[in-house]
């Protein structure tokens, strides 16, 4: 059972930043993948797959629409992980939220078995 949650969102004006935070509770095992999926406003709208790594190894992979802009990170010792959003966009406006599995990383987010709350992006124009 791995437990998320996320903080850091809020209100930015495009060109700005934010840094959206995850805690980690302590899992059993040494190696999943964690990422970030978001939700843009709209009943209909699918969760995009934004972010994401694999604790066992040292890779990353970002969307195509966020690559240059965003960058997950992670810390250990805290259990933290971490997403920088610069260069913020009003596309980028949504619910983000921090996913984990132990299988293999995946932009599907029927894959990921754990999710957090979610935490509110909004950017305006």
């Known amino acids: 059972q791995v437990q998320l949650v996320e903080s850091g969102g809020g209100s930015v004006q495009a060109g700005g930043s934010l840094r959206l935070s995850c805690a980690v509770s302590r899992p059993a095992y040494d190696a999943f993948c964690i990422g970030w999926f978001r939700q843009a406003p709209g009943e209909e709208r699918e969760r995009e797959g934004v972010?994401?790594?694999?604790?066992?190894?040292?890779?990353?992979d970002y969307a195509d629409s966020v690559q240059g802009r965003f960058s997950i990170s992670r810390d250990k010792l805290k259990n933290m992980v971490y997403l920088q959003m610069n260069n913020l966009k009003p596309e980028d406006t949504g619910v983000y939220y921090c996913?984990?599995?132990?299988?293999?990383?995946?932009?599907?987010?029927?894959?990921?078995?754990?999710w957090g709350q979610g935490t509110q992006v909004t950017v305006s124009s």
């Open positions: 972010a994401q790594m694999y604790t066992g190894g040292n890779g990353h």
């Open positions: 996913v984990a599995d132990l299988n293999g990383c995946s932009w599907k987010s029927d894959e990921f078995q754990w």
